[in-house]
């Protein structure tokens, strides 16, 4: 347990290396959900109202939720979590696979990732832009690391034999997450039937039996 501590400190210090969020102009921005402000972030809580509690969050221990249709939970520890992550550009999720779960493909939008196995093996990569769409690719064991650049499409796969569990830096407070099969087959309004069947050449029938899955 104290070696995962130290790691996770670690991870914390090597994510905000590369933050691009603006810098805070005071020693802290913790968030108030309860103000009408509308700000990029979140409006400050009044500084002598701040607790312990604002910058603390319990539970990363347990598991997340696998038991679902990509055999995949995950656990966020971002501003919503945690208000005293206002305006510091850093956040952490754990992620829990079932034998051969996957996270999907997706795109965080707003922030690069650095991955770290703590049990388990995991095939992970990531997409480069076009015209190259080159995959990068490789299988983690315990211990390793890899890292996502902001916004390129990426995934995990469990390999192992058991369950697989890791930990994630993220260069934002609130990186966002973009599922491409959700966003594009599940999207609120749906998108086109045809128009996706041309974008992916497949037929009509086919992406609407897609569609109807989402």
Partial sequence: MAKTILLLVALTFSCLAFAFEPSPL?????????????????????????????????GLHIPGNTSNAVGFGAKAVNVVQVPGLNTLGISLVRLDYAPWGINPPHTHPRASEILTVIEGSLEVGFVTSNPENRLISKVLQKGDVFVFPVGLVHFQRNVGHGNAFAIA???????????????????NAPIASDLLANAFQVDKKIVEQIQWKF
């Fill in 169 to 187: 830096a993220l260069s934002s407070q609130n990186p966002g997450v973009i599922t491409i099969a959700n966003a594009v087959f599940g999207s």
């Fill in 26 to 58: 005071q020693d802290f921005c913790v968030a108030d959900t309860t103000s009408p402000a509308r700000v990029n972030g979140l409006a400050c809580k009044d500084p002598m109202m701040v607790q312990a509690s604002d910058f603390s969050f319990s």
